[in-house]
């Protein structure tokens, strides 16, 4: 793998010929949080972010790139959409999706090349891993630390055309064969595709020779522009006394304030602030500690800070804790299972929502701990959490006030999954896309339609045993569905009538995803147009039995339609859709192609 995916050169100049530049492409894809294919295939996953350049410069849909899952803000605006924290959200989180990947040999990072083949524009930080102690036995807990060497807002380009984001360093004094990409995509038209990732080092450590004024007036510079957040430690755990002035303090015009508003101000920190404040004078303490100023906490922004100590030193006020988010927080050993069960077990029993998308210190015991002290939660999102041990899913079923579960691709049993719909009636919101270890979704499906009568929204994408049967029994069992994910359902087959059949009894839907079912027809658009006037989303990519009246028909009826992808339906010609986006100008028509027929 290194012959093929790193080469070095040597500088020979001066007195510094013992320097050695390498130049790798990326070992292996580690982690990720999401991706548009399936895991074990080939088209469109993560895994092919690794490796040399095999797509770029050629510019299109490509199968095989690296592709999320996600794009533009038509997931957010699902009806299934997570709602946001509302407090401390004055600098809103732009993560959406990250991508971890390894390198042959340890450098001197000196510049990093992402080759974005589609849609370019998404990356907007990059991260790279320092080990600061490693253990030789046990590498995921060695001690690391995250550097954040480059940030920028999320791009959009104006020509079509692949485009290689290239971020430079100077003067980093730290090893790494190890890069994170944080993507924000909903602002992009369509998909963003990836063909590759290149790391550039050396093997020692470079002298940059910059002009010490020259550094300081830089230095003055980013200061001024840097974000914060990425520049300050996380202590939340600073509770001694000897930190804040023990002499009586005039505190201003702050004694003058009624508490109320003195508690409001303070929701207005970031947590990191909130800590910072709480060390400056009693009053401030008294406030920033404050069991209400704890009600929700958002860790995710602060995913390569969080450690044991951070939830250990919060425990103690968080007794009125309602929604927590650890999603992407604790990789290498920075969480530890018993850390989170001992924050859980004392914060948890008021808790209502827990996000834990793409963590990976969740054990039987964390499930154990949850359904035990948790008994109030109505939303849990284990997104992505692919190491989590088959039988821990099982105690999920005691969370009786579930309204929301996302399961996208963990590998629950079907069993288990039987248990947890037949335990929590009130689920709304339900997300299996990419389970594989499902084998019947006719029986899930099933199971739905009888103990889940008030489902909202159930995500399907890539359940490849569900069939006509499965979806005829879910249309007359959950009548108040409005959204609907059937992407690559490939046994599903229009010549059953069972997606006729299913708007005629789910009159409400407004999101229905139909990706690569090859045989959806005219007359399926002609029932969609007639009885769900109310549709939004509508993808029906890869169809080859549509034609322009059919859709003509939907855009004419669902006046409330914002999207609608019509790509690489071979039957609806490239000046019908141009006439639409011109008549149809609030709906966004989607036209994807691949670089041959660019």
Request: proline fraction near 4%; charge should be negative; charged fraction near 20%.
């Amino acid at each position: 793998m290194l012959n093929s995916c790193c080469r070095c050169k040597r500088d020979t100049s001066g007195g510094m010929s013992s320097i050695t530049t390498s130049y790798q492409f990326a070992k292996e894809v580690v982690h990720f949080s999401s991706q548009y294919g399936n895991d074990g295939s080939t088209a469109y996953v993560a895994n092919n972010l690794a490796g040399p350049i095999t797509v770029f410069p050629n510019y299109g849909d490509v199968t095989g790139a690296c592709v999320f899952r996600t794009y533009g803000p038509w997931w957010e605006e699902s009806p299934s959409a997570p709602k946001l924290f509302t407090r401390r959200t004055t600098k809103p989180f732009l993560g959406q999706d990250f991508i971890d990947v390894s390198f042959e040999k340890a450098v001197y990072p000196t510049a990093v090349k992402i080759y974005q083949n589609y849609h370019p524009g998404a990356i907007i930080e990059i991260y790279a891993r320092e080990v600061i102690t490693k253990n030789p036995i046990n590498p995921s807990a060695s001690n690391i630390r995250w550097h954040l060497i480059w940030s920028g807002p999320p791009q959009t380009f104006t020509e079509a055309k692949a485009v290689i984001h290239s971020a430079e360093f100077k003067g980093l004094s730290f090893k790494t064969d190890f890069i994170r990409l944080v993507l924000h995509h909903s602002h992009l038209d369509y998909y963003t595709e990836l063909d590759s990732i290149e790391l550039v080092g050396t093997n020692k450590q470079l002298d940059n020779g910059t002009d010490i004024d020259e550094a300081y007036i830089n230095h003055l510079q980013k200061l001024s522009l840097q974000d914060d957040v990425s520049t300050k430690e996380l202590v939340v755990d600073r509770d001694d006394d000897d930190a804040i002035p023990t002499a009586q303090t005039d505190n201003g015009y702050f004694d003058n304030l009624p508490g109320e508003l003195v508690q409001l101000i303070f929701t207005y920190l970031e947590i990191i602030d909130l800590s910072t404040a709480a060390a400056t004078c009693k009053l401030f303490k008294q406030y920033c500690y404050d069991a209400l100023q704890f009600t929700e906490l958002d860790f995710q922004p602060y995913w390569y800070q969080v450690r044991d100590r951070n939830l250990d030193g919060l425990s103690n006020r968080c007794s009125q804790l309602q929604k927590l988010s650890l999603s992407w927080c604790g990789d290498w050993g920075m969480i530890s299972t018993q850390a989170f069960s001992r924050f859980t077990s004392k914060c948890g029993t008021r808790l209502q929502c827990l996000r834990l998308s793409s963590c990976r210190f969740l054990t039987v015991e964390s499930f154990q701990t949850i359904a035990q002290k948790c008994t109030q939660l109505q939303e849990l999102d284990l997104s992505s959490c692919r190491f989590i041990p088959t039988v821990a899913f099982e105690h999920i079923s005691q969370l009786k006030e579930l309204t929301s579960l996302n399961l996208y691709r963990t590998t629950i049993s079907e069993p288990a999954t039987v248990d947890i719909i037949r335990a929590c009636s009130k689920l709304e919101h339900l997300n299996l896309g990419n389970v594989k270890t499902i084998q019947s979704y006719d029986n899930i499906v099933r199971e739905l339609a009888t103990h889940c009568r008030n489902l909202k929204s159930v995500n399907l994408w890539r359940a490849k045993t569900l069939t006509h049967v499965g979806l005829g029994v879910l249309s007359h069992g959950c009548l108040h569905l409005v959204e609907l994910d059937l992407g690559w359902c490939s046994e599903l087959n229009s010549s059953t009538t069972c997606f006729v059949s299913l708007v005629q009894s789910c009159r409400k839907l407004k999101k229905l995803i139909l990706t690569a079912i090859r045989s959806v027809s005219d007359n399926d658009l002609y029932a969609f147009a007639s009885c769900c006037p109310d549709m939004e989303q509508i993808d029906i990519l890869g169809t080859m039995q549509v034609g322009p009246q059919s859709v003509g028909r939907v855009l004419e009826c669902c006046k409330n339609l914002r999207f609608f992808d019509l790509s690489f339906c071979n039957r609806v010609p490239n000046e019908m859709i141009l006439t639409w986006r011109e008549a149809y100008p609030q709906v966004s028509i989607k036209r994807s192609f691949t670089q041959a027929s660019f």
